[in-house]
C-alpha cells in the first residue's frame, strides 16, 4: 500500500506542524529523522530539490513543506463527500509502496549523540545536614528562593541587582537549612569557597556576617557574560564537538516548546521551561575549553555552532535588540566564556572566523595585537561561514534547516559538504539573492555588503563569486550575463531586522540588561 513520507528534524517546529496535522486527521505517515539519520538529506535533497525541512510526499509526490502540506489537508478538509482519511485511504494508501528506493524507510542504525561524562563527586555540595546536593540543584531550589531578591545595591556610581548582606545571608541560610547560625556561616564559607557566592563592588573574597558585606548569587554576578551561571570547576568533555551538539539540542527543545503554530518563539516564558536551567549550568561547561586543540575545521564547525548558541541564548537572558544603539552593544558587549577567554560575537565571527577583519562599520580588528585569542584565528578564511552564522534577524541566513533556531550542528568532518549546503540554500532564496536578466541586475543580501572583502575586491567581481553558489535556472541566468561581458548593476537588498519572538514574548535588549 502506499504512504505518506515526512523528512524532518527534530526540534523543528514546522517539522511538527506538518505532523501534528497528519495526526489531528487521523491520517498515518512514515518520518525519515534527518537527526538520526543525517545521510538521508541527500536523498531528501535529490528528491525535492530544496534544502529546508519538512519535506512530504504523498507516495512519490512531492507536496512541499509544512504550508504546502497545511494548505493540501485544508482543501481536503472542505471536501464533504470525504473525511481526509478517507481520501488519504483512496489517493494514496490504495496505491503501490513508492518504487522509489530514496522515498525507503531508513533501515540503518540511528546516529546516537555523545553522551557527557559523569560529573566529579567532588562536584556536589556538602550542606549543613551532611547530605549532597548537585551545584544545579542548590542554586535553584535552595538558594535562588532566599537569595535572590530585587534589591539593587550602588557603589562607586555603579548599580549591583539581586544582592544581600552577608548577615542576610545567615539568617536565610539558618533558616533554610535549619541549622545554627555559626553553621550557617560555616556554609558560607563553603559557598564563597566554591565560587557560588560572590563579593560585590570590590568586597574582601571571604564570608562575612555582616550587615554591610554585600553579596550576590554567582549566576548574577556577571550578566554580560552569558554562561557565567557558575564557575566551571568539574570535569570537562574534550570533545568541543559534542559539548556544543548536546548544547544546541537542550536550547533546542526550550525554545521548541514555547514555539506557536507559526514559529514564532515566547522567549520569556523560555526562562520558566524545566531545561532553560539545566542549559545555564551545561553550557559554562564552555568555560573550559581548550580551543587549541581544535584543527581549522573543527574551529569553523565549532565556533559557528557556537555564535547561534549564543545568540539564541541571548534572546533569552537578556533580551532582544531592538534598535541600532542597542544592536551595537548587543554584538560587542555580551560576552561568553570559551576556554577562559571572553568573546563577543563580532569577536568570534570577525575575530576569529574572518581572520581577525575589520567587523561593518569598525574603524579596527575586533581583537588587538598580542592577545591570546588570537592563536585561533582562522588563517584562510571561507566566505560561506556568513551562510551559516544566524544573528536571529529574520534577514539571516536560514542555514541547513529553516527556521535558524533549529541548525543541524555544524562537524568538522563533513564541514565542507555543510557550508556547500547553506551557501545553495542562501542563494537559492531571492531575498537573498536575486538575478533580473532583463534588466541586468543582481541583487543581494546586505550580509555580501557588509562582508563585501571577504567574497570580492570589489562589487565588479561579485557575479563570479556568488555564480558558484547557484544552481538551476537562476545559475544559468547570471552565468550568461558573465560571459556576455556586458556591465552587470549591482543591488543591495533591505535587511530586516526583526526576529521570530511573539509580540510581547521578548525582553527588549538594553545596556542595562547586562550590568
Known amino acids: 500500500m502506499g504512504r505518506i513520507t515526512v523528512f524532518a528534524l527534530e526540534e523543528c517546529p514546522h517539522c511538527r506542524r506538518a505532523k501534528s496535522a497528519l495526526k489531528e486527521r487521523s491520517i498515518p505517515y512514515v518520518e525519515v529523522s534527518l537527526t538520526t539519520h543525517p545521510n538521508r538529506r541527500s536523498d531528501m535533497i535529490s528528491l525535492s530539490d530544496r534544502l529546508s525541512v519538512p519535506q512530504v510526499f504523498f ?10 502540506t497545511l494548505q493540501l489537508l485544508a482543501e481536503w478538509d472542505k471536501d464533504t463527500s470525504k473525511t481526509p482519511q478517507q481520501k488519504y485511504q483512496d489517493e494514496i494508501a490504495a496505491q503501490p509502496d513508492p518504487a522509489d528506493a530514496r522515498l525507503k524507510e531508513s533501515t540503518d542504525p540511528p546516529v546516537v549523540p555523545k553522551e557527557p561524562l559523569p560529573r566529579d563527586a567532588a562536584d556536589n555540595i556538602q550542606l549543613p545536614d551532611g547530605s549532597t546536593i548537585t551545584v544545579l540543584d542548590l542554586v535553584e531550589k535552595k538558594l535562588k528562593p532566599i537569595l535572590s531578591g530585587q534589591r539593587k545595591s550602588t557603589l562607586f556610581l555603579t548599580t549591583y541587582k539581586h544582592t544581600f548582606t552577608g548577615a542576610e545571608a545567615v539568617q536565610a541560610l539558618a533558616k533554610e537549612f535549619n541549622c545554627k547560625e555559626t553553621e550557617a556561616v560555616d556554609f558560607g564559607k563553603v559557598l564563597m569557597e566554591r565560587e557560588i557566592i560572590q563579593p560585590v563592588g570590590g568586597h574582601a573574597k571571604e564570608f562575612k556576617e555582616s550587615p554591610t558585606h554585600l553579596l550576590r548569587l554567582q549566576c548574577y554576578h556577571t550578566p554580560h ?5 557558575r564557575v566551571w570547576n568539574t570535569r570537562v568533555d574534550p570533545d568541543a564537538m559534542a559539548v556544543i551538539t548536546r548544547l544546541k539540542k537542550l536550547l533546542g527543545k526550550v525554545e521548541s516548546a514555547v514555539t506557536n503554530d507559526e514559529g514564532l518563539v515566547h522567549y520569556i516564558q523560555a526562562t520558566q521551561h524545566e531545561h532553560y536551567p539545566i542549559f545555564e549550568e551545561a553550557v559554562c561547561e564552555l568555560q573550559g575549553m581548550d580551543l587549541a586543540k581544535l ?35 548587543y ?23 574572518r581572520g581577525n577583519r575589520n567587523a561593518p562599520y569598525a574603524l579596527s580588528p575586533p581583537i588587538p595585537k598580542n ?37 543541524k550542528s555544524f562537524t568538522a568532518e563533513g564541514i ?47 557575479p563570479q563569486t556568488i555564480v558558484q553558489f547557484l544552481r538551476g535556472d537562476k545559475k544559468d541566468k547570471l552565468q550568461d550575463m558573465i560571459d556576455d561581458g556586458k556591465r552587470i548593476k549591482i543591488k543591495f537588498l533591505p ?15 538594553k545596556k542595562a540588561n547586562i550590568q
Not at 377 to 387: A, C, E, G, T
Open 495 to 509: 535587511y530586516d531586522w526583526t526576529t521570530n519572538a511573539q509580540k510581547d514574548g521578548f525582553l527588549p535588549f
Open 416 to 462: 565542507e559538504e555543510e557550508l556547500r549546503i547553506v551557501a545553495m540554500s542562501f542563494a537559492e532564496d531571492d531575498d537573498n539573492v536575486h538575478v533580473d536578466s532583463d534588466k541586468r541586475i543582481l541583487s543581494f543580501s546586505q550580509i555580501i555588503n557588509w562582508y563585501r572583502i571577504d567574497f570580492a575586491p570589489s562589487n565588479k567581481e561579485l
Open 331 to 353: 554584538f560587542f558587549q555580551i560576552k561568553f566564556d570559551i576556554g577562559g577567554h571572553l568573546f563577543g560575537f563580532h569577536d568570534l565571527e570577525s575575530g576569529i572566523l
Open 225 to 229: 557574560i552569558l554562561n557565567s551561571y
Open 371 to 407: 592577545d591570546p585569542r588570537l592563536a585561533f584565528m582562522v588563517q584562510d578564511v571561507d566566505n560561506r561561514i556568513h551562510f551559516g552564522l544566524n544573528c536571529g534577524a529574520r534577514s539571516c541566513p536560514p542555514g541547513l534547516s529553516y527556521p535558524p533556531d533549529y541548525l
Open 295 to 329: 584543527d581549522r575545521n573543527a574551529m569553523i564547525a565549532f565556533g559557528i555552532n557556537a555564535y547561534n548558541v549564543f545568540i539564541k541564548y541571548a534572546f533569552i537572558k537578556v533580551g532582544i535588540y531592538n534598535d541600532p544603539f542597542a544592536l551595537l552593544a
Open 59 to 68: 507516495n512519490e509526490q512531492h507536496v512541499g513543506g509544512a504550508d504546502d
